[in-house]
């Protein structure tokens, strides 16, 4: 018989990785109502390497700009939580909450007016997380949150 093991917990909020892009301690909010996370990125070049689509784009955060790229894996209409189809890039990056670190797809998206420069949506938390909207930073050193990482 197969052993159930507690999946482990996050809050409504938690600071998160991108280890493959450089990019630690990005404020993210939880939404288990939104299917596909997102980044806040502006594309500011498409290419390939060796027959691969890249992206090459601009998370800004903290007054700080970091230059990423990426293996594109697809452009795809997102709905929006204000109901309207935007055409966005999506990438497939490893993403590390707490102490999992695992392959996600993010969509880059203008997140300048939201509090949180990334969303993590349902697909990256199924079946790797339970989520307690109640709480905040479960996952999280609570030295970054001293830092001044508190949206």
């Given amino acids: 018989m197969n052993e159930?093991?507690?999946?482990?917990?996050?809050?409504?909020?938690?600071?998160v990785d991108l280890p493959d892009?450089?990019?630690?301690?990005?404020?993210a909010k939880i939404d288990s109502g939104a299917r596909t996370?997102?980044?806040?990125?502006?594309?500011?070049?498409?290419f390939e390497r060796d027959g691969v689509p890249f992206v090459r784009f601009a998370v800004d955060w903290d007054d700080i700009s970091h230059e990423c790229e990426a293996v594109r894996v697809?452009?795809?209409?997102?709905?929006?939580?204000?109901?309207?189809?935007?055409?966005?890039?999506?990438?497939?990056?490893?993403?590390?909450?707490?102490?999992?670190?695992?392959?996600?797809?993010?969509?880059?998206?203008?997140?300048?007016?939201?509090?949180?420069?990334?969303?993590?949506?349902?697909?990256?938390?199924r079946r790797r997380f339970v989520v307690d909207s109640g709480h905040s930073w479960l996952q999280t050193d609570g030295m970054q949150i001293a830092k001044g990482h508190n949206p």
């Fill in 37 to 46: 996370s997102s980044l806040h990125g502006r594309v500011t070049e498409q």
């Fill in 4 to 15: 159930v093991r507690p999946l482990p917990i996050v809050g409504w909020r938690e600071l």
């Fill in 74 to 125: 697809d452009v795809r209409g997102i709905t929006s939580s204000n109901g309207k189809t935007q055409r966005r890039y999506v990438i497939k990056s490893p993403l590390k909450i707490g102490s999992q670190t695992f392959r996600a797809e993010i969509s880059l998206a203008d997140r300048s007016d939201m509090k949180f420069p990334m969303l993590i949506g349902r697909s990256a938390l």
């Fill in 21 to 27: 892009l450089g990019l630690s301690g990005i404020p």
